[in-house]
């Protein structure tokens, strides 16, 4: 499926900040992303598909749209 | 309480004279006077709040002062809650302000949080949000949640039951605190003045919608904005389980729960060292461009006692080798003063 991906925070030093990338679920996108960014694979992210949060693997569906987003600190 | 100061909002269809005497019977607790706990500060007070507390150790420094508004240069140096505490009474006596000069800690929270209806979240570090996030979880009270980094900030308003009577926190967007170093502060990473402006203010709107019952409030939702492209997502916040067993479950847990560490030690690698041992202690592997003495240098070796770094190591793709420098438990974000973590990203990407 051709799913597009937006990235927030500090990602975007890593990602684009949209991108779309072909993924059968959320777990072969994680993983396809962190094979081609090792830096991504040790970081906290929080995942939404379609604006909703995620925390288990979800399918995806042609355009759907995958947030990737880390915490942020400041204040 | 003088109407003529709150006519404007008075008049307000929904608000009026029922809304007013809602925030005047308010009790409400802003951790952190900074970037955020400035802009909520100045508008709550106005609002009419009628019960204010802040805590905050921080003193006012010149680099606050582009983002932290409700400071002047002659405060630098004094203490923010107390600085801050003395301009809201000029601004509205009609409410009564209380201080704390101190951290929040897992041994006060529990005693700082339970006199308050409302928390805000104002903080700049991870193990004081997940302390917040715990403490007031426990006790049940409404968590209005603010974060900025660099352009963009995130919002949300925890422990507040939606129609369907469902409530999430902080840990059901990030069960686990990061790396610190994957979300560096605005010591380390920057910021735009505004950001933080823009934020906060969402956070005394949410308050105030919150305490008067006004409108829609951003219950298991997160929003986002990013100021560079005006781009506003607001997500939904599923109510999931997760691991509960890594952190305090009841409040006399987490008076005893060290937060610092738990927020440093979330990679299993991580050894403490001091800069003088990075100087004489060979570093494992092949030393060449990441040898003790270069990262020393790197860091400023003006101060080698001054400060203990966490050292974490992992390979990367480009170099072979990534070492990243993290704060001594003592400073529990950024490395102040601030640029080092700048200088120290160019020298190892």
Partial sequence: ?75 | MQNERYERQLSLLGFGEAGQQKLQAARLLVVGAGGLGCPVLQYLAAAGIGHIGIIDDDLVELNNLHRQVLYDTTDIGHAKAEVAARKLILQNPDIDIAFWVEQLCPANAAERLQPYDVILDCTDNFATRYLLCDACYLLDKPLVFGAIYQYEGQLAVFNVADTQGIKTTYRHLFPIPPDPMESPDCNAAGVLGVLPGMIGIHQATEAIKLLTGIGTILSNKLMTINLLDNGIFTFNIPQTSFDESSYPRSLNALKDFDYIQYCASVRSQIQGITIAELITTPAPGSPSLHSPRYIADAIGKNRPQAHCFYLSERQTQSNGRTIFLRPARQQPTGISPGGRHDRFKKLFR
């Fill in chain 1, 1 to 75: 499926m051709r799913i597009q991906v937006k990235t927030f925070g500090a990602l975007t030093e890593i990602l684009e900040r949209e991108f779309y990338v072909t993924a059968g679920d959320t777990a072969e996108l994680l993983t396809t992303l962190s094979r081609q960014h090792p830096d991504l694979a040790h970081r906290k992210l929080l995942v939404a598909v379609n604006n909703t949060i995620i925390n288990t693997p979800v399918d995806l569906r042609e355009n759907d749209v995958v947030a990737l987003m880390p915490p942020y600190s400041g204040g």
